[in-house]
Structure formats: C-alpha cells, structure tokens
C-alpha cells in the first residue's frame, strides 16, 4: 500500500471514529452557553463563558493531496469558563465550530 492511500485509510478511519464516539458520548445537565472559537497560527481554541456542562473545539480541514482528503481536529472537553486548545495543520481550514454537551 502506497504512502498517500495509507494516508487516506487513516485519515477516514479517524474520521469515522470521531463521528462514532460523538454519536454515542452521553450529555450533561445543560449545554454551556456564549460559546466563541478562535484560530491563532497553529492553534484553534474555543471558550465558553457561562454554562454546566462541556465544550470543545472542532476544526476540519482539507489536505493538499486531494487522495487524502478531509482532516478532522478535535480538542478536549473542557468545562465553561475553560478553553480547549488544539493544534492544527497548515492545510486549509474548511470549517470550524464548538461542540458542546
């Protein structure tokens, strides 16, 4: 198996394995409310200032290989009134949004 399809079966299965532990993460008593994200060089964060339960930033890009295609960037659960802070790749930046729960 070439790098580049090596590449594209690991980026699909981490993909679908965000998808799945989304789908199934249990919720908490409220939601935390005004949420914002920022990107910062190699950075992106999310902040949400009032709230019960968890957030967390979610980044998706597009590689420049096209074979490999979409790379998705998840940061930690964090509480309201803390950031989740991730790293993220040079490549372009398809869309950006916090999670919460």
């Known amino acids: ?27 908490a008593s409220a939601a935390p409310t005004n949420c914002s994200y920022q990107v910062s060089g190699q950075q992106a964060s999310s902040y949400c200032a009032t709230g019960t339960g968890e957030h967390r930033i979610r980044v998706l890009q597009r590689h420049f290989l096209p074979e490999v295609g979409l790379i998705p960037i998840i940061g930690p659960w964090q509480p309201a009134g803390t950031a989740s802070v991730t790293g993220i790749t040079p490549h372009q930046i398809v869309d950006i949004w916090v999670e919460t729960r």
């Open 1 to 27: 198996m070439s790098a580049r399809k090596r590449a594209a079966a690991v980026s699909a299965a981490a993909f679908l394995t965000t998808v799945l532990a989304s789908a199934t993460a249990p919720g």
